[in-house]
């Protein structure tokens, strides 16, 4: 349970990390953090206006099954990945899901 708890606070600093980046070309949308931890579902959405088009996306999606990191979305600019590494996260406790099993068993994390 210690380490789920540490991978809850692992998810929520970096998602705090992508705020700003999310929301420092057009002042008219929001970032907002979703947080379900009863659940273990974690969200980055940004919502708002560019000039006449509706913002509504969600920009990061973390999951957290079996006491594996499940990343279901990451529009970030470099990714994710290296910051779990560097946050202490092993390689074998993140799960790429937004992209296909075949592709993520080459990429040296978990598959599931």
């Not at 349970?1 to 929001?30: C, F, G």
Request: aromatic share 8%; proline share 4%.
């Amino acid at each position: 349970m210690e380490k789920i708890a540490r991978y809850r606070e692992i998810i929520k600093n970096i998602i705090q990390a992508h705020v700003y980046p999310l929301t420092r070309h057009i002042d008219e949308y929001e970032a907002q953090i979703v947080v379900d931890e009863k659940g273990d579902h974690y969200y980055l959405m940004k919502i708002g206006w560019d000039g006449t088009k509706r913002l509504h996306g969600c920009t990061l999606h973390f999951d957290i099954k079996n006491g594996k990191i499940w990343i279901q979305e990451d529009w970030t600019e470099e990714g994710v990945i290296d910051e779990l590494l560097e946050a202490g996260v092993p390689p074998e406790d993140i799960v790429p899901s937004f992209r296909s099993p075949e592709v993520r068993q080459h990429l040296g994390l978990a598959v599931s």
